[in-house]
């Protein structure tokens, strides 16, 4: 399936952004702009099957969602981002796409089905209580944002979310040498991803760090989300290393 694309910015590089299972592209929107000025970069924020603009499907198998950023995204990317799901999907994509960087975003590698089938049941007012979250961790929160993030959740299509989490917990992400320079970010405040399984990803050559923040890093600190990760943004090509 080719997904819809929104594009922010320019510049001599190119960036992807794949969002995660409650968002969409435009989401992404406040954090691919600071992005493209800070270090010259043509963005592209896709939205996967099933949400934004993209159609919806039959099914919604983690293959499926590997194969469209495949069919959609360009090969020569110097950067590729996935939250979430997203990063999920991007494992399976990057040896294909082959990114000069990775970066996961407190990606779903190792989702055990309990823990996010729980986190389903909060999606339904997902928006709304983050937008509200957002208004009061920082003021200065655009109203535009806002409005996005509410919108974001009436546009997904509810159907896929019980086959993903089955899928994500089926199709778990063994640890091994990453196919690119990759860098997984975990947020503190998350369950997700759990410390045995980052040491053994560290063991197998992925750069692991943590972010003191909740699962949607990427909305709630975007400008602090970026000088975390300024090294891997200026030099996407340098070499893995531990932090």
């Known amino acids: 399936m080719r997904l819809a694309v929104h594009e ?3 510049g001599d590089r190119t960036a992807a952004i ?3 299972i409650s ?3 435009l989401l992404w929107q406040d954090f691919a702009e600071r992005l493209s000025r800070r270090h010259r970069m043509r963005v592209l924020a896709v939205d996967l099957r099933g949400h934004g603009s ?3 499907a ?3 198998r983690l293959s499926d969602f590997t194969d469209d950023l495949i069919e959609t995204l360009p090969s020569d990317l110097d950067l590729a981002i996935g939250h979430s799901l997203g990063g999920r999907a991007l494992a399976d994509a990057a040896e294909h796409l082959q990114p000069r960087h990775a970066i996961y975003l407190d990606p779903a590698l190792d989702v055990d089905a309990g823990v996010a089938g729980r ?3 909060t999606y339904r007012m997902a928006g709304p209580v983050v937008a509200r979250m957002l208004s009061v961790v920082d003021p200065a929160v655009p109203a535009p944002l806002r409005r996005r993030l509410r919108a974001s959740t009436r546009r997904w299509d509810r159907f896929m979310a019980l086959s993903v989490v089955q899928e994500l917990d089926a199709h778990r992400v063994e640890p091994a040498p990453p196919p690119v320079p990759s860098t997984v970010v975990k947020a503190t405040k998350s369950r997700l991803l759990r410390e045995r399984y980052l040491e053994r990803l560290k063991a197998a050559g992925w750069d692991v760090r943590e972010f003191l923040s909740r699962h949607e890093m990427q909305l709630l600190k975007p400008e602090a989300l970026l000088d975390a990760l300024e090294d891997v943004l200026r030099a ?3 070499a893995l290393s531990s932090v």
Do not use: M, N
Request: proline residues 10%; aromatic residues 10%; positive net charge.
């Open 8 to 10: 922010f910015g320019s």
């Open 18 to 20: 794949v969002h995660g």
């Open 23 to 25: 968002g969409s592209g």
């Open 54 to 56: 993209s159609p919806r």
């Open 58 to 60: 039959e099914h919604y």
């Open 119 to 121: 986190r389903l049941l």
């Open 236 to 238: 996407p090509t340098r």
